[in-house]
C-alpha cells in the first residue's frame, strides 16, 4: 500500500521561508515523478511544481518561479518544496503527489497516481 505523508506546514510571517517534506511507503520514489500541489482557502487545487522521474525536468507555477524549489533525496524516499519568500497568497493545504514512470509532468490532479494528506501553510502578512 502506497503512503505519502506530509510535513513541515505552520504558521509564518511574509518574507519567511518554509520547507515541505513529503515521505514515502510502498512506493520507491527513484522509479517516480513527483509533484506539490495546493489548495488556497475557497479555491480548486492547483499545480505547484513537479520534477520528473530522472530529475531531467522541473516545472514550477509562474506564481512561485523563482521563490520555490522541489528537490528529492532518493536514499530517503523523500521529496521536498523549499519555500522562500512566502506571501500571503501561498496560503493554502499543501498536498504530495507522485506516480510511476517517466512522461510529461501533469499539472492535473489526475495526471497523479499517489497523494499525501496534505499540510497547511499560512502565511501572515
Known amino acids: 500500500q502506497v503512503q505519502l505523508v506530509e510535513s513541515g506546514g505552520g504558521l509564518v510571517q511574509a518574507g519567511d521561508s518554509l520547507r515541505l517534506s513529503c515521505a514515502a511507503s510502498?512506493?520507491?520514489?527513484?522509479?517516480?515523478?513527483v509533484a506539490w500541489f495546493r489548495q488556497p482557502p475557497g479555491k480548486e487545487r492547483q499545480f505547484v511544481s513537479g520534477?520528473?522521474?530522472?530529475?531531467?525536468?522541473?516545472k514550477y507555477a509562474n506564481s512561485v518561479k523563482g521563490r520555490f524549489l522541489i528537490s528529492r533525496d532518493n536514499a530517503r524516499n523523500t521529496f521536498s518544496l523549499q519555500m522562500n519568500s512566502l506571501k500571503s497568497e501561498d496560503t493554502a493545504v499543501y498536498y504530495c503527489?507522485?506516480?510511476?514512470?517517466?512522461?510529461?509532468?501533469?499539472?492535473?490532479?489526475?495526471?497523479?497516481?499517489?497523494w499525501g494528506q496534505g499540510t497547511q501553510v499560512t502565511v501572515s502578512s
Open positions: 503527489a507522485a506516480k510511476y514512470g517517466g512522461g510529461s509532468i501533469g499539472e492535473e490532479g489526475h495526471d497523479w497516481d499517489y
Open positions: 510502498g512506493l520507491t520514489l527513484g522509479s517516480a515523478a
Open positions: 520534477l520528473s522521474k530522472y530529475n531531467e525536468y522541473r
